[in-house]
């Protein structure tokens, strides 16, 4: 799989449209994801071991986050260097080993991306398209290809 120009482009402009909400729009993400698979949440050591509302899980809210930004910036990486650079902080092979460890199998991640594109779709849908679709669908699942290479 590849990403071209045009996807990448998509994928930027319409993340630009959503970056000043994106923590609302990351939320929503998760809680998409949550009415989907209720038992997901337990999944997540920072909801299981809180009593803090989803809504107002800071942790939560900076993890739905960092989704969306991997996602987005997996799409500029992939055409700049072929390959998906996560950040200094973490490591795809640590992404690898901390999703391995909750058990996350191939049906998660594929709700997970069904509740992205909703997300957008829901975010901006002056811009929604299938071309949007595939572009930010494309990248979703090179950064997830990417962590399942290192499970």
């Known amino acids: 799989m590849v990403i071209t120009a045009r996807q990448e482009a998509l994928v930027v402009s319409s993340w630009n449209e959503m970056k000043d ?19 997901a949440a337990k999944r997540f050591s920072f ?11 800071v942790k939560l809210k900076a993890h739905a986050l960092g989704v969306f930004v991997m996602t ?25 080993a901390v999703h391995f460890k909750a058990g996350i199998k191939d049906v998660h991640f594929e709700i997970l991306k069904f509740a992205l594109l909703e997300t957008i779709k829901e975010g901006v849908p002056y811009m929604w398209s299938e071309e949007l679709k595939d572009a930010w669908s ?13 499970m």
């Not at 909801?47 to 899980?57: A, C, F, Q, T, Y």
């Not at 494309?138 to 997830?144: C, G, K, M, R």
């Open 72 to 96: 987005c910036e997996a799409a500029s990486q992939l055409r700049r260097t072929g390959r998906i650079n996560i950040g200094a902080n973490t490591s795809v092979q640590h992404l690898a």
């Open 21 to 39: 909400d994106a923590p609302t729009f990351a939320l929503k993400l998760y809680l998409k994801l949550f009415e989907i698979i209720p038992s």
């Open 138 to 150: 494309d990248s979703y699942d090179h950064l997830v290809v990417a962590i399942k290479a290192e």
């Open 47 to 57: 909801i299981r071991d809180s009593n803090v509302p989803l809504e107002k899980n």
